[in-house]
Each structure stands twice: as structure tokens, then as C-alpha cells.
């Protein structure tokens, strides 16, 4: 229905630019999520996408409507807010009746829409109870259905489900993640939380300082990180420095990585040339080190080991002092590992090189 | 720009209400002190007042009144307090309506009432008198601290009782695990940590004794006070010298508000903050004890509540001029006000509702403001809302009246001056009371609204409003209550045909006809009674929750 264009956004509160330039377009029933850490300026963004806040330079659309100076209570949205927001005084009918009653929707109109959102959430039977009488999850359940009973052009989430406690906010990602299918709502999520972003959205956009730093599907963000920051940031990562030894063939770059040969892809290219490997622990192996180190391998000491059952994890120190994760699933060959065990790190060919110096 | 309205532009009014009808006039009367007669420089004003020994005397009366009545009022509030606390006596739950009764019985009928039973035809004085005891003057001191002491303790009562209640019983159970004997355990660890709060009320007490009129004009015609003659420079030299009036006004802005600032400082430098910790059990007490506290306790209440019934007795009490003829009853001076009389009370009802609308309106939209939609006006309102408390109603009547005398805005003498003289007095406690609730309403509330389509206004209307609704309504009962007993700002600038209750009261008492005041005190009790026990008692409002 809507499709969601930023353009060239920025804002400034004194001398201190919040947000510095987001330009982005979000495709009509996509859900969107800003992922970054706190004081990045995910929540500035979303303001502005409700009109809360006014741009100091750039525009905001809705499809092919410049919403940049319509105030917010024309934009038709929706949104739902970390602590609820539920009127305590209003029944859960009453709350998610309001946005109809503004509409001057029919009575028996507003209480076939209400009754059957309460239902898509879980919560039929509960419209005669005040908010105080629902726990947590129920009232953002409440909240969810009180945004989108009014068919906005976008439902906005600023952090719905960090009040929640650990097996709800898993639960409630379904609840969300479905509805908004059901629906096609465009939708822009806003979180700090890594898991979160990767299980529910189409697509996420890591946010660093007031500026997107990447933007893609999560699988995407997790297996191609175009900076350092996004590789930490999303998933977790083992960042070595490496010096590029050759041009590129193909794509394919060499780099000399503590002595060793590596060759893989540039995510993005160094202004300076100094780059940092990257490798998710998942993707490294490890054996008992019977040879020298060959290509894209490292030799180490074992430090420490995790068994968690389906998987096991290691810390190993390399020769240069740095330490390395590496996470093995399944059963390994041969006898397993233990501290102080002499080992070789094998990178494989899944190395991705990218810049060292944020840029 | 579209974000500076509609709550930039209503900030803007209410300064703009603010600035006009209290900075304006208070700056005027401060001003005016310093302008002689041709309207220059001058500072005879001040020279008068230093070296003519009345205004000298009436300053130290003032103040040494506000010390021993200060002083009173803490040994009966923290007495009081320490036993509720404390001890398991009969009637405590009573001592919880003293409070109510304050409010109620306005001042001037609590002077009224002991005039009635200690003044020159008072009921004690009369039956001493037959058994050949001659009582000791009433009108003086005695009969100032007397009356005023009832008055306020219940000031120092509740910020005792709070501080007691607050107070972690585990320091006293230390000190007397230590070795401490029971009372003095009481004497060295706990009167210590109520003291602050103590103090604070005290210094309150203080300015509201030094501002008082009622009771002083009533009871001290023998002894010059700062409010009485700020009061009788105005009405009798009206055309006469404003500048000692001006003067007089200033000095005791000046006093007032010098003890609010050590009052402040006060409070700002100490940790005021108590551990909230187990609330104390309260013991029984034993024999004689049980009977001193339980008497004392009972006295202090019988006190407080007394001047109710004996204006009620005297209302129905057949007169003639200042006699009174106890044991006769009548109708006649309800039947008085029936045939002569009802504009008085219709003056009332019109000045306190007009007042009330205003005043809660306008604490309602300025503790919004306040608190939720910040602007860089909102310190300036701030301390706007800070300037009533520093005058008496005496000095906001005699500025008010001056500072629009003239002009081009006319108002001294219209019955609009009367509502805003009322409703100025009552503002920042209107305000407090309003925003109780407001902090706790989280803004993203506001923005759940508006982002379902409900434009800021509406919202406003539909979501915070209901919110709160119960400070409305604390306020709404406190604004009547004190317009309705108002007096010292009203008396002042009141016209011919302008007479409200209290005023009507005061005239009375002045040519002694007391038994038909009781009929007009009663009456203005019970208008004051019945909203106050609708909104207890019907809409649960918490009228000291702050
Ligand atoms: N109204 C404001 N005035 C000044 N600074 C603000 C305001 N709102 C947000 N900021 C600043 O902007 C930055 C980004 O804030 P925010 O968007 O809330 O971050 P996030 O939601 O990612 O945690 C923070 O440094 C915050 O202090
Ligand atoms: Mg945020």
C-alpha cells in the first residue's frame, strides 16, 4: 500500500547533528528494521517518519505524498511504543476503539474491527478489563492491535519488546512478525537488540551514528559485512588485521594475515589499505596441529573450551597474542580438544576482508 | 512555527495573565514606596516608617507574634503528632479530620467564636465574672497567639506527623539497644530527623501569622500589627498618602519574602529526603500516662472544632446589640438575612464560583504547560507563580486596587477585580494540585493519540485531561474553600453592593453584633462544607495527598 521514502534526512538539536543524511526507501509491505546501539538515533529517525520531529534538512514520503510538513495526526500511522502507551483509564475495547472513534468510523463497525483484532492478537474476550489488569506482554498485544485496527500506511515500533521478559519478547516476535504479514503493513522497527532484527525483518538497517551504515537482508547483513562495526555488531566476530599482498583477480583478494596466506573477497575498499579480516566463529576450523599452518590457516594455543552440546566452543591464542572464537557443531573427528592443546585455525575460503578505519 | 501553536501561544497568555496582574502590581507598590507625592525620588516613605515609633512597633509586634505563635504552634503540632504516631489512643482516627476543620472553619469565624467565649461579652467571661473572677483580657496578645496557634498547628501537625511516620523505626530501636532509655532515645535520635521538616512548616506558619488580617485586625486592637495598619493606611487615607502605603506594603513583601527564601535555602541545603522505613508500631499506653495523652490529644481536638459550635449556638441565639442571650432561641437572624441579606450570600456563591472556574482552569492549562510542553518561557512562569505566596492578601488587595486605578485598564471597584483578587491569592497551590498526577503521565501517552489521528488539542481533552482529573478536583474543592473564607484581599478592594460573606462577618464582629454573624458564619460554613464533603466523600478526592 505505502511505500516509504527518506530523503537525504538530517537533524540537528544545538550544534549536535543527531541524524547525518539517511537516505532510504522502504518497499510498500516490507518490515523494516533500524538496528543500533543506543544513542545512535533510531528513535530521532522514527520521529520523524511520525512528524514528531521535523527534519532540519530533507523530506519524508509516503508513496508518492510528501509528508514532511503534515502533522502527525494526518499521517495516518500507527505506533507502538516501548512502555505500551495504553490510556489507563480506557477499557482494552475503549483503547483500541480510540483511533476508530477519531475516524467517526460506525459503532457497529468499530466493534466488528475491534472484536476481530483483539482475536488476531490472542486477547478475544478481553475488551471489558483495564490495561493495569494485563500483564506486559498482554498490553503490547493490545497496543499492536490498537496501531493497526486503524489500517495505517505505516506501523511504527520504537523498541516494542525490550520491557519484556526473555521467552515473551520471543513469543511476541511472532505474534508481530505474522500480523504484519497478515496485514502488509510497512513497518518500521526499531531495536537495539541483534536477534531480534535478524529473526523478524525483510530488512535491516544498521545504524551507527546518526547514519545507516548498511542495509540488507539479514542474511545478507550477517554474511557480508561492508564494515567492521557491522560485522560486530550484528552476529559476533573475530576481526584480524590484515595487509593486502596483491591486486584482485576476480574479486578475489591476497592478504597477509600474521604471517599466513589468505585470499577472499574486499566488502568494501579501504581508503588508507589497511583492512581487517573477518570470520564468523562458525565458519572457522580448528584441528589438533599435526604440519605447519598452510594457506588461510593460523597456528594456536587452545585457551579455554565451552561445550554446549550441539555446539562447542573454543577460545584460542594465536601466536601473535590476538585470540580468536571458534564455534565446531556436531561431533569432531579424532579425540576432542582441551586447554593448552597446540591447534591449527583453518579460515577456509570464507574470509571477507574490510576496512579497518570507519569511514 | 505550526510547533510553537497552540502551547508556545498559550504559554505566552498565561505569562502575559501573570505579568499583568501580579508582576505588574507588586513591581508597581515596590516602586511606588520609593516615589514621593510630586512623584519624584524619594525615600520618605522609608524615613517616615524608620522614625515615626508606630510603624517601628507594629513591624516588631508582627514579628515577635510570629515568633511565640511559630513557637506554639510547633510544641502543639509535634505533641500532637508524637502521640498519634505513636500511641493506640481512643479517638484517632478524629485527630485525622483536624486538618478538615481548618479548612472549614474560616479564620475570621474562629476569631469570631472566641470573642464569643472570651471577649468583653464572651460566655466564659460572663460566668467567671458571676463567680467574681475577673478572666484576663482576651483582646491583646493572649487572645492573638491564642486564637492563631489553632489556627496553624495543624501546619506543623501534618509535616510532623509525615516526618514521623517516615522516620526508620530501626534508629530508635538502635538507640535504645545501645542503652538509651525510651524517651530519651525519643529526645536524641528521633526529634533530630523531624527537625527539618519542622522547621520548614514553622517558617510557613511564620509568614502566614505576619500576613494575617483576620484574626489580628479582630483580636488586636490594642497592639499594632504590620498587617492591620497596611490595611487601615488604605482605607483611611484613600486619596491620602499612597506613598506609606506602598511603603508599608514593601516592607512586609520585603519580611515575607526573605523567611520564604530562608525557607527555601533551607530546605535545598539539607538532605530533606528520609529513609522510608518501617513505619512504627503504636503501643498502648498505661494509667496515667494513657489519660494525659488521651486528654491532651482530646483538648487540642475539642479546640479545634469548638468555634464550629459555638457559632452554630449563637446563630440560633436571641440579641440585643452585643449582649447575648444564651439559653434563648431564635430564627431571627437567619430570617435577617432572608429579608435584608440574601445578595451577600449571592455575592459569595457569584465571586468564589467566577474565581474557582478561573483559578482551575488556569492551573489546569499552566500545570500542562508546566510540566509537558516546556518552553523557554517556562521558568519565567515559574517563578510568576512564586510571587503570591510572598504577599499577604492585605498588600495583593491594596496593588491590585492601585495598580488599576488608573490607567488603561480600569478596573478598582468592578466586581472582576473582587474574582481576581480571589483567585490570585489560591493560584500556586492550584497549580500544584493540578499537576499531581501530570508527572506520572508518560508522554508517550499523548503521542499514541495523536498518531491514531486524535489532533494535539483533542488530545489534550481526551487522554491527559481525564488523567488529571483527581488534582482538578483537589484543587477545584481547595480554590473554593479559601475563595469562599476569603477576606483580607477582598475587604480591601470591595465596593458598595460588592459585600461577600466573610466581609459581611467582619463588619459584624466590628460593631459587636455577634449572634448575627454566627447566622452569616454558619452559612458560609455550610457553603463551604458541602463541596468538600461531595468530593470526599462521593468523588474520593484526596484533598492532602500533596
Ligand atoms: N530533543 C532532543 N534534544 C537534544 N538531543 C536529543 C533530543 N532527542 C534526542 N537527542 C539526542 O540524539 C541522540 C540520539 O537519540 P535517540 O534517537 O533517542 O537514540 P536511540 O533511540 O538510537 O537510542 C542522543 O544522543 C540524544 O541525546
Ligand atoms: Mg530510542
Known sequence: MTELSLRHIKKSYGHVEVLKGIDHQVPDGTFFTLLGPSGCGKTTLLRVIAGFVTPSVGSVHFGSEDVTGVPPHRREIGMVFQDYALFPDKSVFDNVAYGLRARRVPKEEIRRSVNEYLERVGLEGFGERLPTALSGGQRQRVALARALVVGPRVLLMDEPLSNLDAALRVQMRDVIRSLQLETKTTTIFVTHDQEEALAMSDTIAVMKDGRIDQCGAPDDVYRNPKTAYVSKFVGSANLLQAKPVERCNDGICRFEVEGSNFAGRIMSEANDGRYLVVARPENLGIRKAAAAPGECELSGVVISTQFQGYRTSYRVKLKSGSEVNVETFGEMDGSPLTRGDEVIVSFQDKCIFVPEASQ | ?546
Not at chain 2, 33 to 49: A, M
Not at chain 2, 186 to 206: D, E, H, Q, R, W
Not at chain 2, 328 to 349: A, C, K
Not at chain 2, 469 to 496: C, D, K, M, R
Request: aromatic fraction near 12%.
Open chain 2, 1 to 546: 512555527m505550526n510547533r510553537f501553536l497552540p502551547w508556545g501561544l498559550l504559554s505566552l497568555l498565561a505569562l502575559a495573565f501573570l505579568l499583568l496582574f501580579i508582576a505588574y502590581p507588586i513591581i508597581g507598590i515596590l516602586l511606588r514606596s520609593f516615589i514621593d507625592e510630586s512623584g519624584e525620588f524619594s525615600l520618605e516613605g522609608f524615613f517616615i516608617f524608620l522614625n515615626q515609633g508606630r510603624y517601628l512597633e507594629a513591624l516588631a509586634n508582627s514579628i515577635i507574634l510570629g515568633l511565640s505563635v511559630t513557637f506554639c504552634c510547633t510544641v502543639v503540632g509535634v505533641f500532637l503528632a508524637f502521640i498519634v504516631a505513636r500511641f493506640d489512643i481512643p479517638f484517632s482516627n478524629i485527630v485525622f479530620l483536624l486538618p478538615l476543620s481548618v479548612l472549614i472553619i474560616p479564620e475570621l469565624i474562629s476569631a469570631q467564636s472566641w470573642i464569643m467565649v472570651f471577649g468583653n461579652n464572651g460566655l466564659v467571661t460572663h460566668l467567671l465574672d458571676a463567680f467574681g473572677i475577673p478572666f484576663p483580657r482576651f483582646y491583646g496578645w493572649f487572645g492573638l497567639i491564642y486564637v492563631m496557634t489553632l489556627t496553624y498547628y495543624v501546619h506543623i501537625f501534618l509535616a510532623a506527623l509525615a516526618a514521623l511516620r517516615g522516620f526508620d523505626h530501626s534508629l530508635e530501636e538502635a538507640g535504645q539497644s545501645l542503652g538509651t532509655a525510651p524517651l530519651t532515645t525519643y529526645v536524641k535520635v528521633v526529634f533530630p530527623t523531624i527537625i527539618p521538616a519542622v522547621l520548614s512548616a514553622g517558617l510557613i506558619v511564620f509568614t502566614l501569622v505576619v500576613g494575617n488580617f483576620a484574626i489580628a485586625i479582630s483580636l488586636g486592637q490594642r497592639v499594632p500589627l504590620l498587617s492591620v495598619l497596611t490595611y487601615r493606611s488604605f482605607i483611611s487615607e484613600l486619596g491620602g498618602n499612597p506613598t506609606m502605603q506602598s511603603t508599608l506594603a514593601t516592607v512586609s513583601i520585603l519580611l515575607v519574602a526573605l523567611v520564604l527564601f530562608l525557607q527555601r535555602w533551607y530546605i535545598s541545603k539539607r538532605d530533606y529526603q528520609m529513609v522510608a522505613g518501617r513505619t512504627p508500631p503504636r503501643s498502648k499506653l498505661k494509667g496515667w500516662k494513657s489519660w494525659a495523652a488521651t486528654g491532651v490529644a482530646g483538648l487540642v481536638i475539642v479546640l479545634s472544632l469548638l468555634p464550629a459550635l459555638v457559632v452554630l449556638a449563637g446563630s440560633f441565639t436571641v440579641s440585643r446589640g452585643p449582649v447575648m442571650y444564651w439559653g434563648q432561641f431564635t430564627l431571627d437572624n437567619y430570617t435577617r438575612i432572608l429579608d435584608f441579606n440574601l445578595g451577600v450570600v449571592g455575592n459569595s456563591l457569584k465571586f468564589a464560583s467566577l474565581a474557582t472556574l478561573l483559578g482551575v482552569t488556569f492551573a489546569t492549562l499552566v500545570s500542562y504547560l508546566l510540566v509537558k510542553k516546556r518552553s523557554a518561557l517556562s521558568s519565567t512562569l515559574d517563578y510568576l507563580l512564586l510571587l503570591p505566596l510572598t504577599i499577604s492578601g492585605t498588600v495583593l488587595g491594596i496593588s491590585l486596587a492601585q495598580g488599576f486605578n488608573s490607567g488603561p485598564m480600569v478596573l478598582t471597584g468592578t466586581a472582576a477585580l473582587m474574582v481576581l483578587a480571589m483567585m490570585l491569592r489560591r493560584l500556586p497551590f492550584g497549580v500544584r494540585n493540578a499537576s499531581s498526577n501530570l508527572h506520572n503521565i508518560s508522554n508517550s501517552l499523548e503521542e499514541a493519540s495523536v498518531s491514531l489521528g486524535v489532533p494535539p488539542g483533542r488530545t489534550f481533552f481526551n487522554v491527559v485531561l481525564p488523567l488529571m482529573a483527581p488534582g482538578i478536583a483537589a484543587a477545584a474543592i481547595l480554590t473554593w474553600v479559601t475563595t469562599v473564607a476569603e477576606l483580607s484581599a477582598s475587604v480591601v478592594i470591595y465596593q458598595a453592593g460588592q459585600e461577600t460573606l466573610p466581609i459581611q462577618i467582619f463588619r459584624l464582629i466590628n460593631s459587636d453584633l455577634m449572634a448575627r454573624a454566627s447566622a452569616f458564619g454558619v452559612i458560609n460554613m455550610v457553603i463551604i462544607l458541602v463541596p468538600v464533603f461531595i468530593g470526599i466523600r462521593v468523588m474520593k478526592v484526596k484533598l492532602f495527598s500533596s
